[in-house]
T-cell receptor
Framework: AQSVTQLDSHVSVSEGTPVLLRCNYS??????LFWYVQHPNKGLQLLLK??????LVKGINGFEAEFKKSETSFHLTKPSAHMSDAAEYFC???????????????FGAGTRLAVHP | GAVVSQHPSWVICKSGTSVKIECRSL??????MFWYRQFPKQSLMLMAT?????????EQGVEKDKFLINHASLTLSTLTVTSAHPEDSSFYIC?????????????FGPGTRLTVL
């Protein structure tokens, strides 16, 4: 069964410092993994996705994530936080076609990122 | 491109009434739409998957007679909360998967906040 665990419910950083949001997944097959961001009163926006191509995935707004199969992790990073990065971030795994429900997305609990001046 | 809208953005209703929420793909055709529910400070939970012209597939534990989903066209899906009660108060989010865009990406609407008094 597929599942995803976000290890931190809240992360607080200073502007200009690195961001690390941690995510571990469980999947019987090669997973498709995503990071979405949710700003208040706005729809979820796709930051990046991993679908079995390059393990280091670059996304929008300077974010990137590395797929590590040995660690079953897909952590999200950004070298330098900006005030506008403050939001809720969701790590998401997509059901693989072999387990049925091919298009189902399973969301992690979310990590709220606060960025201080 | 790939914009999904929801209407209304928020609604307050009395207990026992029904509320309809619309989800539209504005610039693409969506063969599949998804409805999620998000409780405060929690993650998104998939309620149902709807394909244009066919009955929706509900997740376990979701009452199909209470949450009526109609996907009558390639750009519109509706969720009707029938005989709403205070426990139905939540944030409802739809997403759409298109035919002309990359098929593994869901595009999310901004959500509808329902408050049942």
């Amino acid at each position: 069964a597929q599942s995803v665990t976000q290890l931190d419910s809240h992360v607080s950083v200073s502007e200009g410092t690195p961001v690390l949001l941690r995510c571990n997944y469980s999947s019987s097959y090669s997973p498709s993994l995503f990071w979405y961001v949710q700003h208040p009163n706005k729809g979820l926006q796709l930051l990046l996705k991993y679908t079995s191509a390059a393990t280091l995935v670059k996304g929008i707004n300077g974010f990137e994530a590395e797929f590590k199969k040995s660690e079953t992790s897909f952590h999200l990073t950004k070298p330098s936080a900006h005030m506008s990065d403050a939001a809720e971030y969701f790590c998401v795994v997509r059901f693989s076609m072999f387990s049925g429900g091919y298009n189902k997305l399973i969301f992690g609990a979310g990590t709220r990122l606060a960025v201080h001046p | 491109g790939a914009v999904v809208s929801q209407h209304p953005s928020w609604v307050i209703c009395k207990s026992g009434t029904s509320v309809k929420i619309e989800c539209r793909s504005l610039d693409f055709q969506a063969t599949t739409m998804f409805w999620y529910r998000q409780f405060p400070k929690q993650s998104l939970m998939l309620m149902a998957t709807s394909n244009e012209g066919s009955k929706a597939t509900y997740e376990q534990g979701v009452e199909k007679d209470k949450f009526l989903i109609n996907h009558a066209s390639l750009t519109l899906s509706t969720l009707t909360v029938t005989s709403a009660h205070p426990e139905d108060s939540s944030f409802y989010i739809c997403s759409a998967k298109g035919t002309r865009f990359r098929s593994d990406t869901q595009y999310f609407g901004p959500g509808t906040r329902l408050t049942v008094l």
